[in-house]
């Protein structure tokens, strides 16, 4: 069974930088695409990046780009979000999900496993 566990979350002033970890078992990680979603209060879930197995291919939501980075460590199992000008409009819980069909990256139906999530907090 897949297990995905996020960390690096907290609070942090608007213009700050936090990174995100999610650290992966179970399955041979290398080979999926992986992504980050987050959800504010009162909100529905909302893509924020994703990344193709092979790590050299990125997608961010139009609302982050530019100010997100996200990287993979396929030798540690490991999925990264560097967030850089945090703006309180990026308060949320973040999770990490793990696509297992490789189609579809910016739809969370289509991503098979998730992690509890992270808070990440931005005061203006």
């Known amino acids: 069974q897949v297990q995905l566990v996020e960390s690096g979350g907290g609070l942090v002033q608007a213009g700050g930088s936090l990174r995100l970890s999610c650290a992966a078992s179970?399955?041979?990680?290398?080979?999926?695409?992986m992504a980050w979603f987050r959800q504010a209060p009162g909100k529905e879930r909302e893509f924020v990046a994703t990344?193709?197995?092979?790590?050299?291919?990125?997608y961010y939501a139009d609302s982050v780009k530019g100010r997100f980075t996200m990287s993979r460590d396929n030798a540690k199992n490991t999925v990264y979000l560097q967030m850089n000008s945090l703006k309180p409009e990026d308060t949320a819980i973040y999770y990490c999900?793990?696509?297992?069909?490789?189609?579809?990256?910016?739809?969370?139906?289509?991503?098979?496993?998730w992690g509890q999530g992270t808070q990440v907090t931005v005061s203006s």
């Open positions: 990344i193709r197995w092979s790590g050299t291919t990125t």
């Open positions: 179970g399955r041979t990680f290398s080979n999926y695409a």
């Open positions: 999900a793990i696509n297992l069909k490789g189609t579809h990256l910016r739809l969370g139906a289509e991503y098979s496993y």
